[in-house]
């Protein structure tokens, strides 16, 4: 009963798309279970294979299991992107809400600083600060440096939104009652005001997930994402060059279809998100 | 004649402008100042080479060591229009901008009007025709394009033989789309267009009166905005369709860790980002004072 009064709430569409989400993130999370092989282990008797009942989805040029590499490549994206998130959307709340909160001389900084911040077109930022750092380091740091540089450099937007909620909750009842008690400083930011703004928060967080995921995809495709072996839908996205194999080989477009699958049921969420916020 | 308003935008924006420049040229320049391989010379690494020569060769170089003295430099460069030297392509970094940005800048306008022509009109249709159902088909094309990334667009775009640059409009369609869609419908649902309604006017005087002149602040950022947008998939595109433009300059200068480069690029397209936003804000005070004073 109560699971139908929640689906009514959220909608079929949204729920459609949760379920979807949640069976992929399982997939990814079982790929130990569920693939044959793993994403590295190359079969050199079986390179550029079809597909077939041992490799669902063929083998790359280095005859690896694609079906494997798209499992643990999506538990790289589907996992480390809500990181990402994860990281930008507290960083966002911190420095945004904390400018809303103080106001003044502060919060006109601040803004001053996100526009600032905004003006850089993201994928050019992205470029400079990964080019700054080692691009020949081992496939987990790879992973580590690319969604820490997603989730520090995405904070900007999602800073000006929080901001601007703060500020219409710093002058709240609730608020002025609480300072009336005596409550101030880092206590009532923390314990009265940031509660308050989680609606917003979690907004920002499902906006923030798919902006990463396709960031990923794109710096993958250019070469300046995860490190070779491990996988990720951004890396796996780079055989799509060979059109010629493409066109032969149409399961190559596996990643792509799930990529897409992927962001727009997060699109889909994040409508629901949206609606919740505002 | 430019009014008073229209001025006080104007130096608002160009101060705005200087600031950007200023402080993204002292944040280029630590970076760079910071960055792998600053103050290494590979001329030392010449065995023939006396103790005397290396010597000269870093004395050459120390000036740039003093962080101090290494910003006056860079902005004093800055100033004349000297945005340093690739090191990987041993070419002034002018030179190469010289080259390439004409290329990216007409990609640019061409994307960017594609998609914000595209955006505007179908969220205008989506808008003025409020027939149920009569949005899914364009909500459906823009949620597809906004779950593809632009390298993936670049791809499709190359089997097909379509020039990189109209990628780009497909980029920008839909985020014109939906925040339009949504500021022309609530602009349409406010009460003074349904006072409008009731007084008889005509569609087409109530649509640019009453609804478009309202959201014409916002329009306008959206242009501004699509202009960075399209500056981000520049790069993918670019470098998918092997164009020779500023975003495949900028994924070069990436691969070999070429930071001068990219921190000027980088610097220069916020610039231009800017003097976009920029110019939509001050054609907005010339052509609407009213919003304009409102706003601010």
């Known amino acids: ?278 | 004649m430019l009014a008073g308003l229209t001025w006080k935008v104007f130096l608002r924006q160009a101060r705005r402008i200087l600031l950007t420049a200023l402080i993204g040229g002292l944040l280029g320049a630590t970076l760079v100042r910071l960055g792998p391989g600053f103050g290494v010379d590979e001329r030392e690494l010449d065995t023939r080479l006396s103790q005397e020569s290396r010597q000269a060769i870093r004395s050459e170089r120390a000036a740039d060591n003093n962080i101090g003295m290494f910003y006056v430099r860079y902005l004093k460069g800055l100033a004349k229009g000297d945005l340093g030297f690739s090191r990987s392509l041993n070419r002034p970094v002018t030179e190469l901008l010289r080259e390439r940005l004409p290329l990216t800048l007409g990609s640019l306008g061409y994307g960017v009007l594609g998609g914000v022509s595209i955006g505007l009109a179908l969220a205008l249709a989506s808008a003025c025709w409020r027939v149920p159902g009569s949005n899914i088909a364009p909500a459906m094309l823009a949620g597809a394009c906004l779950a593809v990334p632009a390298a993936v667009i670049a791809l499709l775009f190359l089997w097909m033989n379509v020039p990189g640059r109209w990628a780009i409009a497909l980029v920008v369609f839909p985020h014109v789309y939906r925040y339009a869609k949504n500021l022309l419908v609530a602009t349409y649902q406010s009460p003074h267009v349904l006072a409008a309604q009731a007084k008889g006017l005509s569609n087409a005087r109530i649509l640019f009166a009453h609804v478009f002149a309202p959201a014409a602040p916002q329009l306008a950022a959206l242009v501004g905005i699509s202009v960075s947008l399209a500056f981000g998939a520049s790069i993918p595109i670019e470098v998918i369709s092997d164009t020779p433009g500023v975003g495949q300059l900028a994924w070069k200068a990436a691969l070999d860790r070429d930071l001068p480069l990219l921190v000027n690029i980088t610097v220069l397209v916020a610039l231009m980002t800017l003097v976009a936003n920029s110019l939509a804000d001050i054609a907005l005070a010339a052509w609407r004072p009213d919003v304009t004073r409102e706003a601010a």
């Open chain 1, 1 to 278: 009963m109560k699971v139908r009064v929640r689906i009514q709430q959220i909608g079929i569409a949204q729920t459609v798309a949760l379920v979807l989400l949640a069976l992929v993130a399982l997939a990814s999370l079982a790929a130990g279970w569920i693939a044959p092989s793993s994403y590295a282990e190359q079969f050199r008797d079986s390179i550029s294979a079809p597909p077939s009942a041992r490799f669902l989805l063929g083998t790359d040029d280095l005859g690896r299991d694609r079906f494997a590499r798209l499992l643990y490549g999506t538990r790289v994206s589907l996992l480390l992107a809500p990181a990402a998130a994860l990281l930008s959307t507290l960083l966002a709340a911190l420095i945004g809400g904390l400018a809303g909160y103080l106001g003044g001389r502060w919060e006109r900084y601040v803004t001053s600083g996100i526009d600032l911040f905004l003006s850089l077109p993201w994928l050019f930022l992205l470029l400079a600060a990964r080019a700054l750092l080692p691009l020949n380091t081992s496939p987990i740091t790879s992973v580590a440096i690319t969604f820490l540089l997603l989730g520090c450099l995405g904070w900007a937007t999602p800073a000006r939104i929080i901001r601007a909620g703060t500020r219409m909750l710093v002058h709240a009842d609730f608020l002025t009652q609480a300072r009336a008690g005596g409550i101030s400083g880092f206590r009532l930011f923390w314990r009265h005001l940031l509660p308050n703004l989680r609606p917003i928060l979690l907004a920002q967080f499902w906006i923030s997930v798919p902006v990463f995921i396709l960031s990923e995809a794109n710096l993958g495709l250019l070469g300046l994402g995860v490190s070779e072996p491990l996988p990720s839908w951004g890396s796996m996205l780079r055989e799509l060059e060979n059109y010629a194999a493409v066109l032969q080989n149409p399961w190559m477009l596996a990643p792509v279809v799930l990529l897409v699958v992927v962001v727009g049921c997060l699109q889909v969420v994040l409508r629901t998100e949206e609606r919740i916020a505002c």
